[in-house]
């Protein structure tokens, strides 16, 4: 994959060229998407939009640490769906992880999640998040035993993950209603280099083959089902819906 890579740590070790190596990236000086590599951490840019800043994955800081101590934990609508309940703490496969968010939720109030991202920008950004995340004193042990990363396309990870998780969570990226407000600076530099998620629909079949519970799929309150497959069951917040559909139990 094509993209502006930058080095703006001052270090001469190579870092960047390990990482372009590691994830298969090429550097194109006209790329108007940059991965940086800066002292704190690694961080995408839209390079012709400067003013949206970079994004980058951040579990120990910011929004995910406010949401940890302060959001709704097992209250939180992504918990419910997935189907926390008591001592009840499936084993979930985020097959769209993005930049993690809901996997992180579900990893801090007790599930084990592996994750699914196939663009290597994106995994990269990941794995760089998680790294930093595994080395803090305080989430550091929990977050290396719940939360892993897996760099593979769900279209085909799906049929070849082992042991089979209870529940298979997808939240393809939809193209958003240009006024709504979830377009805002970090959706608009996301999308500009994964686009919208358009063989999603064939992500729905797989993840029910795999699920030996439930499928859970977060779609914006304005689309239609995934795959076009309606189901009396789900969980329905402001601005989103998360559509419930039931797995493929375990055969003895």
């Not at 629909?201 to 799929?217: F, I, N, S």
Request: hydrophobic fraction near 40%; proline fraction near 6%.
């Amino acid at each position: 994959m094509q993209i502006c890579l930058m080095d703006e740590t001052g270090a001469t070790d190579g870092a960047l060229s390990v990482l372009a190596a590691r994830w298969g990236l090429e550097h194109d000086e006209d790329n108007p998407m940059a991965l940086v590599l800066t002292p704190q951490h690694l961080e995408l840019r839209k390079r012709d939009e400067p003013k949206l800043g970079g994004i980058f994955v951040d579990f120990v800081g910011g929004a995910m640490a406010h949401r940890r101590k302060f959001g709704g934990g097992r209250g939180e609508a992504v918990a419910k769906a997935v189907g926390i309940k008591g001592d009840y703490l499936p084993d979930v496969v985020d097959a769209t992880a993005g930049l993690g968010r809901d996997a992180f939720v579900l990893a801090s109030v007790g599930c084990r999640v592996r994750m699914l991202e196939r663009n290597p920008v994106v995994a990269a950004l990941l794995d760089d998040g998680l790294t930093r995340g595994y080395a803090d004193a305080d989430i550091g042990g929990w977050l290396q035993d719940r939360l892993q990363l897996i760099h593979a396309s769900s279209l085909t990870a799906l049929t070849d993950i082992t042991p089979r998780p209870q529940v298979v969570y997808l939240d393809p990226m939809f193209p958003h209603r240009q006024k709504s407000a979830l377009v805002k600076k970090e959706m608009r530099v996301f999308q500009s280099l994964v686009g919208p998620d358009l063989d999603a629909d064939g992500l729905l079949e797989p993840a029910r083959q795999l699920a030996t519970k439930r499928v859970v799929v977060k779609r914006p309150d304005y689309a239609p089902p995934l795959a076009d497959i309606a189901t009396p069951n789900a969980i329905v917040t402001k601005g989103h819906r998360f559509d419930i559909y039931a797995g493929t139990p375990l055969t003895e």
